[in-house]
């Protein structure tokens, strides 16, 4: 038979011969079997990505070096030391893929030996640090030349978690050793390093040198905050805790508190010209900066952004403080009540940038302000130009105290830390009052002329004697002209000509319950006593509640007064319903009759209760009344 056959089989010596060639070609190519294996871009951009601080495992990159040199990677993020010693030496791998996977491994040791709350494990975090640097500013490329690269994202964050637990076990060193930090503790003699301490312009209040808490701001999270604010960068983001919130003086002769809860960033930075300098020294230098003043710093002679969070310290301080509890007690002025007004910096004083003023409402505290405030922080033109001042004051006290004590407060603040009075945030003050705060806030504005000094002579019809005594006790009550400085203001659903709400029977029961500081009381008990019976305007000591009312004397003498020229204002009104007229509508509260000013520059209109200053549209116009503050100032600034 032919072995052409159709249908036949081949012989068993040719079928040999093709499965022979068939394993020589097998053999030649290394028998890849190399196979495709479909992925989803999540899990695609989670391998690229993913590393030991992400994942808890080591990125694809440090994997990849490691298998380059022959070292197997799967026990190294367990047990990195081998894998560190093997890394260690020059091999065939580049600077950059040996560098980035040191400092991988470096900070994977750290993890697995850190103990919380303790100083051991800071030389493994200077080393980390130190490998992150090296790769960062003493390689061939710059950081520009790497700016789209993963590899230099993650190295960053190794840098700067090792850099921040660094500095959390160097503060813990100081608070195990107080007489270092007494003596300045410029240097810190630890596990083989000498690390140089040094504050480059982060000013703590009252001069203290140590702060009493330090918290890593990545650890923090809010509820009622509806963003978090930060800038990337390098450094570490820090909140130093120089007094627990709430802990304020009543007795304090200062009526400023500066801030409590300043946010900091740290940044490590070893010696050395060169990557050899770099890699043998056993000194470091760990800087502080305040990130409100400087957006980068200059590191091994590049250009870097510095790594902010401006949300986490002001968060923390209105978590702690205890705001909302002290606020019904601030109107009812019984024992635990606030006695005067007291100005709240938000960050440390800066001469350069302008001054918002916030007035808070009726039963209410800076909590108020706390989107308001974020969201200036998160806005990098406004955060760079303004500071924020919030004034607490004790709402159940009269209008007319409060006026004169806020005034007080104000200026001494001022004149503590620019005594001349030639500083730019001195000058084009913002001021933004809600509810009860913009009431004041329109007196804070306003000059009183002879208006209220006419309705006490009308109603004591004083001799010399009570003449004599209301200019000397109630002069400054009486009398006032606008508060130098300020020349905008912001007036949010503000019942500058009352509230029908004020004269209602709940509100009737809160103002009876309202207490009076004694020294107050005893001043018109004086002022009583000489007056003829029945003659006495009980107006000026009428408690905060009273004020508001629609019918109350001095909120309706307030309105006759003038506000100074030299001040641009604006409204914002609320109204709960866009049925029916504008003139006939309501915030819930207050009237849009009582909230309208004539003359202002702006009014606008939002749907919504009384408690409108914490809303998107409120806030966005808020943001826009800034800006165009700040463009109209454009050739001072």
């Known amino acids: 038979m032919s072995a052409s056959g159709t249908g036949r089989r081949a012989p068993p010596a040719r079928l040999a011969r093709w499965l022979g060639l068939l394993l020589a070609a097998c053999l030649l190519a290394g028998c890849a079997g190399v196979r495709i294996r479909p992925v989803s871009t999540q899990e695609f951009i989670t391998q690229r990505r993913g ?41 065939g791998l580049g600077t950059e893929q040996r560098l980035s996977a040191l400092a991988e491994l470096w ?21 980390a640090a130190r490998y992150a640097y090296a790769y960062l500013f003493r390689t061939a490329r710059p950081p520009a030349l790497r700016t789209f690269e993963d590899r230099q994202t993650q190295v960053r964050d190794y840098y700067n978690y090792a850099t921040q637990q660094a500095s959390l076990k160097a503060y813990r060193h100081y608070l195990e050793h107080p007489a270092e930090a007494r003596r300045g503790g410029a240097m810190l003699r630890t596990a083989g390093w000498r690390l140089r301490i040094r504050n480059a312009d982060v000013r703590l209040p009252d001069g203290e040198r140590l702060p009493g808490e330090l918290i890593p701001a990545s650890t923090l999270t809010f509820r009622g905050l509806r963003s978090i604010y930060r800038r ?13 919130a709430g802990d304020d003086d009543e007795d304090a002769a200062t009526p400023w508190i500066e801030p409590a809860f300043p946010a900091v960033t740290a940044v490590l930075s070893f010696p050395g010209d060169s990557l050899e300098d770099v890699l043998r020294t056993r000194e470091a230098e760990l800087t502080v900066y305040d990130p409100y003043k400087h957006d980068a710093i200059r590191l091994a002679g590049n250009a870097v952004p510095l790594a902010a969070n401006f949300t986490s310290g002001y968060g ?5 403080s205890g705001f909302a509890a002290q606020a019904i007690h601030n109107v009812l002025g019984d024992a635990d009540s606030l006695r005067a007004p007291r100005i709240y910096l938000l960050q440390p004083y800066d001469p350069e940038r302008r001054i918002i003023l916030m007035l ?10 706390v989107n308001v405030a974020n969201e200036v922080l998160g806005d990098e033109d406004l955060r760079r130009n ?85 200019v000397r006790d109630f002069g400054d009550l009486l009398h006032f002209t606008p508060v130098a400085g300020i020349s905008r203001a912001v007036f949010i659903a503000a019942p500058h000509r009352g509230t029908s709400y004020a004269d209602n029977n709940l ?36 408690n905060g509640i009273d004020n508001l009312s629609e019918k109350d004397h001095y909120l309706r003498l307030s309105n006759d007064m003038a506000i100074s020229p030299a001040v641009r204002y604006h409204s914002i009104i609320a109204r709960r319903s866009e049925a029916g007229p504008l003139e006939a509508s309501d915030d819930g509260l207050v009237p849009w009759r009582s909230a ?31 800006h165009q503050h700040l463009r109209e100032l454009a050739p001072y600034r």
Not at 232 to 244: C, I, N, S, Y
Not at 517 to 536: D, S, Y
Not at 597 to 626: F, M, N, V, Y
């Open 51 to 91: 590393d030991i601080l992400s994942s808890g495992a080591l990125s694809i990159a440090a994997r990849d070096a490691l298998s380059v040199i022959g070292q197997n990677p799967a026990p190294c993020h367990r047990d990195p030391a081998p894998c560190i010693e093997a890394l260690s030496s020059p091999s």
């Open 107 to 127: 900070l994977a040791q750290a993890l697995n030996e850190d103990v919380p709350d303790t100083t051991a494990g800071l030389d493994t975090y200077l080393q």
């Open 507 to 542: 509100a009737r029961l809160a103002s009876s319950l309202v207490r009076l500081p004694l020294t107050l009381l005893e001043q018109f008990g004086g002022l009583t006593r000489l007056a003829q019976p029945g003659k006495v305007d009980r107006a000026l000591v009428a």
């Open 596 to 626: 309208h000013l004539d003359g202002a520059e702006s009014e606008k209109i939002i749907p919504g209760s009384h408690s409108i200053q914490e809303t998107p549209p409120a806030i966005l116009e808020i943001r826009r009344i800034l």
């Open 316 to 320: 923390l301080w209105l978590a702690r």
């Open 232 to 244: 990337d960068g390098l450094g570490a983001e820090l909140v130093a805790v120089t007094r627990p």
């Open 360 to 369: 808070h409402g009726l039963a209410s505290s800076p909590e108020a302000w």
């Open 386 to 470: 303004y500071q924020i001042w919030q004034v607490y004051y004790p709402t159940g006290q009269p209008l007319a105290y409060n006026n004169r004590a806020i005034r007080q407060a104000f200026q001494d603040t001022l004149a503590h830390f620019d005594p001349g009075r030639n500083a730019p945030a001195s000058r084009d003050i913002m001021l933004i009052g809600h509810s009860m705060g913009g009431v004041l806030g329109r007196l804070l504005v306003s000059s009183s002329g002879s208006i209220l000094y006419d309705a006490v002579r009308a109603h004591y019809r004083p001799g010399p004697d009570l003449q004599a005594r209301i």
